[in-house]
T-cell receptor, first 116, second 109 residues
Framework: EAEVAQSPRYKITEKSQAVAFWCDPI?????LYWYRQILGQGPELLVQ????????DSQLPKDRFSAERLKGVDSTLKIQPAELGDSAMYLC??????????????FGPGTRLLVL | GQNIDQPTEMTATEGAIVQINCTYQ??????LFWYQQHAGEAPTFLSY??LDGLEEKGRFSSFLSRSKGYSYLLLKELQMKDSASYLC??????????WGAGTKLIIKP
């Protein structure tokens, strides 16, 4: 069964350091999403890609966060510098990217980030 | 603003039935999703409703009433492994998913 891959699964860093997360969506999925989820809350969309183009990054803190999907397949989310408040689960999801229909999002296992 | 409301926590007994409610106020409606999320893991897709009525999938069923802005997830024959958070999400007129905070379901033997 096709799955969304993410790495690393866990990351511990000190504040002011740089961190990067990687995501490989399900093959053939044109749309890729990065979410941040704080314990006890629902996922918060950070950025959405359609192929290599950013569709929505309105909630991405652009002073420290960046995301890219250069070839429209895998994607990297970077934080520089990391702050204590960035400690959270970072989830990647993908969907087919077709208009109409369910357009269900499938999630990877997530990266749990702890900033000390 | 856009809002999804779910109970924060529910408790049920193994073998019983539980109903988790979700009410929403969004800018338009293009479908409602239920996801299950075990502690420390990613959400997994459970169900999708876009028309009014009941969708049944094994022990899980999901109901939608668009006129009332209301949905519920019904879990039958509860098992200990059903202990998880259940997330309700609505796709709005811009095809963006608006997420609820989730309902933590605790199953007791």
């Amino acid at each position: 069964e096709a799955e969304v891959a993410q790495s690393p699964r866990y990351k511990i860093t000190e504040k002011s350091q740089a961190v990067a997360f990687w995501c490989d969506p399900i093959s053939g999925h044109a749309t890729l999403y990065w979410y941040r989820q704080i314990l006890g809350q629902g996922p918060e969309l950070l950025v959405q890609f359609q192929d290599e183009s950013v569709v929505d990054d309105s909630q991405l803190p652009k002073d420290r966060f960046s995301a890219e999907r250069l070839k429209g397949v895998d994607s990297t989310l970077k934080i520089q510098p990391a702050e204590l408040g960035d400690s959270a689960m970072y989830l990647c999801a993908s969907s087919l990217g077709e208009t109409g229909g369910a357009e269900t999002q499938y999630f990877g296992p997530g990266t749990r980030l702890l900033v000390l | 603003g856009q809002n999804i409301d779910q109970p924060t926590e529910m408790t049920a007994t193994e073998g019983a039935i539980v109903q988790i409610n979700c009410t929403y106020q969004t800018s338009g409606f293009n479908g409602l999703f239920w996801y299950q999320q075990h502690a420390g893991e990613a959400p997994t897709f459970l169900s999708y409703n876009v028309l009014d009525g009941l969708e049944e999938k094994g022990r899980f069923s999901s109901f939608l009433s668009r006129s009332k802005g209301y949905s519920y997830l019904l879990l039958k024959e509860l098992q200990m492994k059903d202990s998880a958070s259940y997330l309700c999400a609505v796709r709005d007129s811009n095809y963006q998913l608006i997420w609820g905070a989730g309902t933590k379901l605790i199953i007791k033997p």
